[in-house]
């Protein structure tokens, strides 16, 4: 069923687990998260960045999403991920988006909560849902590059929910979008911090190269949904490089596409359970 994040989120949160949101490239990769997400009774939300939506446009992922969500049973939503205007806000929720993210972390504090509650004055009356990010997640996801990352403030994160009216919040606590480069240093006491303060659902990013113990730390105190973009990638084309090595003649798509979709099924199971959101439908 292609439904909004609204529910699943904070069925989530009243849960204890955390719903995975999967960056998606291509049909393959569309259909591959939903496989898994079918297999394992788990809601689920698939999500496109600026750059991907450029590739592929908002209505060609709209299209897409929505045709392989209505054969699902479990719940799908599709989200704009790293929200990077507020026209392209608007235009994916014309585009039939069900779930929104606006990314003003390159602003300051007040022009982050301005954009933020422009995006939720359009989204909220569609009762579309919109994620927010406040403090800086580190790494270089899509276009955004991040300077520094800065951590989440949790009484500036209580103030920005509060002043915005968003339904879940991206923060910072030492994760970085990509693969790490050493072992990545978590700050969870923040975390915990903030969820003693913040009543929406918390969102992290830049799970790719996380260990299952620090997914599953995270989730337990507090986060809501989990963000994977790069292992995906990594998976896909992994799966065509191992047939390119062992078939060198390979000539249809369909024959790429089918090793790259058993791969991406396979760990967006495995980053599935580590979640928590199993066995919820
Ligand atoms: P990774 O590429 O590290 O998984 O980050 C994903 C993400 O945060 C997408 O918004
Ligand atoms: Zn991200
Ligand atoms: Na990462």
């Known amino acids: 069923a292609f439904v909004t994040s609204k529910q699943m989120l904070l069925d989530a949160q009243a849960g204890g687990y955390a719903v995975g949101a999967f960056n998606v490239e291509n049909m393959e990769m569309v259909k591959a998260v939903i496989a898994a997400a079918e297999e394992l009774q788990a809601p689920v939300m698939l999500q ?31 989200h704009l991920d790293h929200g990077s205007s507020f026209e392209l806000a608007v235009q994916a929720i014309k ?68 002043r915005t009216g968003i339904n879940s919040l991206a923060i910072a606590i030492g994760t970085a979008h990509g693969f790490y480069a050493g072992t990545p240093v ?23 190269g996380l260990s299952d113990e ?9 986060i ?17 490089k191992h047939l390119f090595t062992d078939k060198p003649d390979t000539i249809d798509p369909k024959d790429l596409g089918k090793v790259g979709m058993e791969n991406v099924k396979k760990l967006v199971m495995d980053r599935m359970i580590v979640c928590g959101c199993n066995s919820k439908i």
């Open 48 to 78: 496109t960045t600026p750059s991907t939506v450029k590739y592929g446009t908002l209505a060609t992922f709209a299209a897409l999403v929505f045709a392989e969500a209505k054969k699902a049973k479990v719940p799908v939503a599709l």
């Open 95 to 162: 585009e039939g988006y069900t779930s929104i993210m606006i990314d003003g972390s390159a602003v300051s504090f007040e022009e982050n909560i301005e954009l933020t509650k422009r995006v939720v004055a359009v989204a909220s009356p569609n009762d579309i849902p919109v994620e927010a990010e406040l403090g800086k997640v580190g790494g270089k996801e899509d276009d955004l590059e991040a300077e520094a990352d800065i951590n989440t403030d949790p009484l500036q994160a209580k103030e920005f929910v509060e």
């Open 186 to 208: 978590l700050d969870k006491e923040r975390l915990s911090e903030i969820k003693k303060v913040v009543s929406v659902p918390l969102v992290l990013h830049g799970a790719s």
């Open 214 to 222: 620090d997914v599953r730390d995270c989730v337990n105190r507090g």
């Open 224 to 240: 809501c949904k989990v963000n994977f973009a790069t292992e995906l990638r990594a998976a896909y084309t992994d799966g065509i």
